[in-house]
């Protein structure tokens, strides 16, 4: 029952997080004129095609979409699938959450974490942007992940101080060498952030994790032909929810 009703949360703010990705790229990124004029968070639902206002049963997440085929009911577009695909991925990184930890403040912290995780690597993976208010929302949950852990430490954040001038390096040097940007400033500020909710132990697994699927990815792309540019954050989010669910196996702190 627990679960069918968390469920039903994460699905209410999967849709919420589809919707705001849409608003959020369109008005800061695209500067779509429509979006660009209304307030993000209090203007109701609308169709993205004709701009009809959307009636709320047909505002049911996933099923709405379902019993609607895809097709919107005012004009008969086709709603982009993205909305559907999001909603699914909040609810199953949720429900991993749910069912791999056991308090209720670590599930929902963790949740929300992943939730603004979900954000950076969508926005991320496609436009090749961080957003820098989303950075600032991650910091202050990373702090309370990391305070409730007790990893709050001088050891642990000097770590974290550490990676992040590493990766502030990193970007230097490629910039010296390739004479163009290979790190995003986005992610020098991302990396650091994430560190702070695992044990130092676990900051080389991340940052490998994090460029071994980078590496997947330009391989699967270059065959694909698209642009080589490799979003990083995208991967470094992918890395770091797999330490929220617990997925690295725990190594000893010496
Ligand atoms: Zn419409």
Same mark, same amino acid.
């Given at each position: 029952?627990?679960?069918?009703?968390?469920? @039903?949360?994460?699905?209410?703010?999967?849709?919420?997080?589809?919707?705001?990705?849409?608003?959020?790229?369109? !008005?800061? @990124?695209? !500067?779509?004129?429509?979006?660009?004029?209304?307030?993000?968070?209090?203007?109701?639902?609308?169709?993205?095609?004709?701009?009809?206002?959307?009636?709320?049963?047909?505002?049911?997440?996933?099923?709405?979409?379902?019993?609607?085929?895809?097709?919107?009911?005012?004009?008969?577009?086709?709603?982009?699938?993205?909305?559907?695909?999001?909603?699914? %991925?909040?609810?199953?990184?949720?429900?991993?959450?749910?069912?791999?930890?056991?308090?209720?403040?670590?599930?929902?912290?963790?949740?929300?974490?992943?939730?603004?995780?979900?954000?950076?690597?969508?926005?991320?993976?496609?436009?090749?942007?961080?957003?820098?208010?989303?950075?600032? @929302?991650?910091?202050?949950?990373? /702090?309370?992940?990391?305070?409730?852990?007790?990893?709050?430490?001088?050891?642990?954040?000097?770590?974290?101080?550490?990676?992040?001038?590493?990766? /502030?390096?990193?970007?230097?040097?490629?910039?010296?060498? !390739?004479?163009?940007?290979?790190?995003?400033?986005?992610?020098?500020?991302?990396?650091?952030?994430?560190?702070?909710?695992?044990?130092?132990?676990?900051?080389?697994? %991340?940052?490998?994790?994090?460029?071994?699927?980078?590496?997947?990815?330009?391989?699967?792309?270059? !065959? /694909?032909?698209?642009?080589?540019?490799?979003?990083?954050?995208?991967?470094?989010?992918?890395?770091?929810?797999?330490?929220?669910?617990?997925?690295?196996?725990?190594?000893?702190?010496?």
């Amino acid at each position: 029952m627990t679960l069918v009703l968390f469920i @039903i949360f994460a699905a209410i703010l999967g849709s919420f997080l589809a919707s705001f990705i849409y608003r959020f790229t369109n !008005k800061n @990124i695209l !500067k779509e004129s429509y979006v660009s004029k209304i307030n993000i968070f209090t203007e109701p639902s609308f169709c993205s095609h004709c701009k009809t206002k959307i009636d709320w049963y047909h505002l049911i997440p996933v099923l709405s979409y379902l019993f609607l085929r895809g097709k919107a009911k005012c004009c008969g577009a086709t709603i982009s699938s993205r909305y559907f695909l999001t909603e699914i %991925l909040v609810i199953s990184s949720f429900s991993l959450i749910f069912i791999t930890n056991d308090s209720w403040a670590l599930i929902l912290l963790k949740s929300f974490i992943s939730l603004t995780l979900i954000f950076i690597a969508l926005i991320d993976y496609q436009y090749k942007i961080i957003p820098l208010n989303s950075l600032l @929302i991650l910091f202050i949950l990373a /702090l309370i992940l990391s305070a409730t852990e007790g990893l709050l430490i001088l050891p642990e954040v000097f770590v974290t101080i550490i990676s992040g001038f590493l990766l /502030l390096a990193t970007r230097w040097l490629f910039f010296k060498l !390739k004479g163009k940007e290979g790190l995003g400033l986005g992610d020098v500020i991302l990396f650091p952030i994430l560190t702070l909710m695992i044990p130092m132990t676990l900051v080389p697994i %991340l940052l490998l994790t994090a460029s071994l699927l980078g590496i997947v990815e330009f391989f699967l792309s270059s !065959k /694909l032909k698209r642009d080589s540019e490799i979003a990083f954050g995208f991967h470094l989010a992918i890395a770091s929810y797999l330490g929220l669910v617990n997925f690295y196996p725990i190594l000893p702190l010496i």
